[in-house]
């Protein structure tokens, strides 16, 4: 395998970072975790808006246009030779001191990795995944904004140690307040009738681009596609439950906290947003070349 690393592809071996990097040293940076389905590159261009927001919200300059990180994605796909892949885009703060100042730091470090990914085993899309809620919270907006994807995933990775100590997969976690956030790693969404329901951005939610490509889909299906406060009890009463992903894409539910949602199998909403995501990573993304 091959790495984008500073302005060059350089062996995996290789393709190592000072031990003084603001992003090793203190979560520093930003990224984007990004598909590529048969040779396109899905919502390229959304991922690399993304990431420039972050950037700019962290006051972290970018050290590449827009043009050039799409390019660079687009190379790190090809050098490597894959069709299919998950794409990692990294930029940290670069290297610093053992001080938290950024100004310390210099010159941003940027790099991609292009490989495969399998977030859940294939029986878990056909069969339901089972979810617990744990006693992490997600982050308050005011204090990390979940719009930032930083490199500091600790509040996720608390939330997903939980989860793996409890025999589970994956973890709903709530705001201070008691509502449904989202899980580790993915946003969440129910199906009520002929309403499909996620959590609003401001409980403490990202504004994920498979979410909002499946809010796209739910309206072209004619569902009543909302933003809303959801409790642990609507996700228990709901027809459907499912989460979305970059990784995960969509992933069915079938039991939360030891209740079994609608008839405990996907569901035919689910499984019409799955079928109707996976034919637009056919048409929507850039041409790797």
């Known amino acids: 395998m091959k790495v984008y690393l500073n302005g060059k592809f350089v062996e995996q071996r290789q393709a190592v970072v000072s031990v003084f990097d603001h992003g090793l040293l203190y ?9 590529a ?55 940290t703060r ?22 495969k990914i399998e977030l859940y085993p294939k029986k878990l899309y056909d069969q339901g995944l089972q979810l617990i809620t744990v006693a992490t919270q997600r982050n308050v907006p005011e204090a990390l904004n979940p719009q930032i994807k930083s490199l500091n995933y600790l509040n996720n990775i608390l939330g997903k140690i939980e989860a793996i100590n409890a025999g589970y ?21 129910i199906v009520k009738g002929r309403k499909l329901l996620t959590p609003p951005p401001y409980v403490g939610v990202l ?10 889909l739910g309206m072209k299906l004619r569902l009543d596609v909302r933003e809303d406060l959801l409790t642990r009890h609507d996700l228990f009463n709901a027809d459907e439950v499912f989460l979305t992903g970059t990784a995960a ?28 995501f996976q034919q637009v990573t056919k048409t929507e993304g850039i041409r790797v070349g």
């Open 169 to 189: 997969e994956e973890a709903i976690m709530l705001s201070p307040s008691g509502y449904v956030t989202e899980c580790t790693g993915e946003n969440i969404f």
């Open 249 to 276: 894409e969509i992933v069915p539910v079938v039991k939360i906290d030891g209740r079994t949602i609608g008839g405990g199998a996907p569901g035919p909403v689910t499984k019409s947003l799955r079928q109707a």
């Open 94 to 115: 670069g290297v610093g001191d053992l001080g938290l100042d950024p100004r310390k730091c210099k010159a941003p470090t940027v790099f991609v990795i292009a490989d």
């Open 37 to 91: 389905y048969n040779g396109l590159i899905f919502k390229l261009r959304e991922h690399v808006d993304r990431l420039f927001e972050s950037a700019h919200t962290i006051m972290l300059k970018m050290p590449m246009s827009k043009p050039a990180l799409v390019d660079v994605v687009k190379q790190s796909v090809r050098v490597n030779k894959l069709r299919d892949a998950y794409i990692r885009l990294v930029v």
């Open 27 to 35: 979560g520093d940076g930003v990224f984007e975790g990004i598909r």
């Open 207 to 216: 504004r994920g681009i498979t979410r909002q490509t499946v809010m796209d």
